[in-house]
């Protein structure tokens, strides 16, 4: 069913990928389609990336692109440039692809259901005129992969606003308890000229390394590189260390124990000073594994410990899922790895979930109309997909898939590190988020370019270490190629 989909829906796929055509089905592959491995024909960027890099320059700032991509010819876990370029990409869109390009089950969504199409065309004003089957898409999609305890929903289209909504609906339940009545007068008055009781004082506690988005609100809360946040006004916010643990995890139990409690005790001295200063933390904000910030992991003990620290200050703890979501770590959700003792208050969600979002207690949703709200609120027709990707990882038991991977690769990495001991190191992560550590930040960048020349597309974080971020349907065959590409590389550098 699989291939006879794949032939009848992306029929440009078999027609353009002529020098794999007999190399396409590798018969242990998840997606129909897919070559046996990368094929490199020119420089990585080619003629005609820098050719139309060249040309957007005049009309943006455009210095972050590294290639334009072949959408069309992209398939599974490999991503085609128009070069010609076919390289198996671990990175898959910064990790917001979760069934890689192009796969038969999604086209076939849209091919064959009208009212699909019809969806992604009238996109909707969702939060005053949404359709008939908003709610059931809501209750059978979202919810019914809802983090454990957590049964309200509130849609966004992207991580930034999803935070920074979910800031807003902490802040405002927060004052609620405190008032215990209706606006007042004062209240009303103030907060249009920006001033209290209106506009109250209050902040959201974050930690350094960490990244939340890049709107002006989350900019507060985000501490990963200097370039987000040059020249932009900040809230004076408390920031907290995250722990750096000792690596391998398993030999340095004692120290890294240490480690997470120095850091809960500077989270509950952050409070204490925080309301001596008249600016009271209403929230914890966290992601299970800093992403952007280096791949920095957290213990399952120091969740727990945050946790306790936020319900004894009467704060809300919102952990933001939205590069761990979707499946990535081997769970749904990062932080069911973690025994929390009862759900968080709030999950914040995008990427690989494709629409943005937060779920959240009912504590946390505004009893008025309005209060968390904008055009779109979210965008039904990428629930659409997002419903076809739940059914590719229950059928094809994806999350288990996940697994076995992201054991492959990390053992990997771990024997390559071991080889090469002056060149990377603290190989760690769950599932295939995973991540290895650089001697250096010039040659962390210099491996992700060769890399590349070898047909491998991947990315950096932090200072100086290399991330992965496959799809879900990225196998054991996949880990091979790359940890091969990564071994050459290696191995040549001087």
């Not at 939205?322 to 914040?348: I, R």
């Not at 779109?376 to 898939?401: A, C, F, T, Y």
């Amino acid at each position: 069913m699989a291939s006879l989909c794949a032939q009848k829906c992306i029929p440009s796929i078999y027609g353009r990928f002529g020098h794999v055509r007999s190399a396409v089905r590798a018969a242990s592959s998840l997606v129909a389609g897919e070559p046996k491995g990368p094929t490199v024909k020119t420089q990585i960027p080619g003629p005609r990336s820098k050719e139309l890099l060249q040309e957007l320059n005049q009309i943006q700032q455009a210095g972050s692109i590294q290639l334009f991509a072949d959408y069309d010819r992209s398939i599974g876990n490999y991503l085609a440039d128009v070069d010609g370029n076919v390289m198996l990409d671990v990175y898959t869109q910064i990790s917001s692809m979760p069934l890689g390009y192009n796969h038969p089950h999604l086209l076939q969504m849209l091919t064959e259901n009208p009212h699909n199409i019809k969806t992604i065309v009238n996109r909707p004003a969702l939060g005053v005129f949404p359709g008939a089957d908003w709610n059931s898409k809501l209750k059978n999609v979202l919810l019914g992969i809802a983090p454990a305890g957590l049964d309200q929903i509130t849609t966004m289209a992207c991580g930034s606003c999803s935070n920074e909504n979910a800031y807003k609906a902490i802040f405002m339940a927060y004052r609620q308890k405190q008032r215990k009545g209706d606006f007042t007068p004062e209240e009303i008055s103030s907060c249009m000229i920006n001033q209290a009781p209106g506009s109250p004082d209050l902040s959201i506690l974050s930690f350094h390394g960490a990244f939340h988005g890049r709107t002006m609100g989350v900019l507060s809360t985000t501490h990963s590189k200097a370039i987000h946040k040059l020249d932009v006004p900040a809230f004076d916010w408390p920031i907290a260390p995250f722990p750096i643990y000792r690596y391998p995890l398993e030999d340095n139990k004692a120290e890294n124990a240490a480690e997470d409690k120095r850091c809960l005790a500077a989270v509950e001295q952050l409070f204490e000073d925080y309301a001596k200063k008249g600016r009271p933390v209403a929230g914890i904000v966290v992601e299970p594994i800093q992403a952007e910030g280096g791949d920095n992991e957290g213990s399952p003990e120091f969740f727990q410990g945050l946790q306790k620290v936020a319900r004894k200050n009467g704060a809300s703890l919102l952990i933001d899922e939205v590069q761990t979501g979707g499946g990535p770590t081997g769970k749904m959700w990062c932080h069911e790895h973690f025994n929390l003792d009862g759900p968080p208050d709030v999950v914040t969600f995008s990427k690989k979930m494709l629409i943005g979002g937060f779920y959240h207690t009912a504590e946390l949703k505004p009893p008025q109309a309005y209060r968390i709200f904008n055009t779109w609120m979210g965008d039904p027709g990428k629930l659409v997909l997002l419903e076809g990707v739940l059914e590719v990882i229950k059928r094809d038991n994806l999350l288990e898939q996940v697994k076995r991977s992201g054991d492959r690769l990390l053992l990997g990495l771990k024997q390559l590190q071991n080889e090469y001991p002056a060149l990377i190191s603290r190989a760690r992560g769950r599932g295939t988020f995973l991540a290895v550590t650089c001697s250096s930040t010039k040659l962390r960048d210099d491996l992700v370019g060769r890399l590349k020349t070898k047909g491998i597309q991947s990315g950096g974080c932090g200072e100086d270490s290399i991330r992965l971020r496959p799809a879900l349907v990225f196998q054991e065959h996949h880990a091979e190629i790359f940890l091969d590409r990564l071994r050459q590389v290696l191995s040549e550098t001087k």
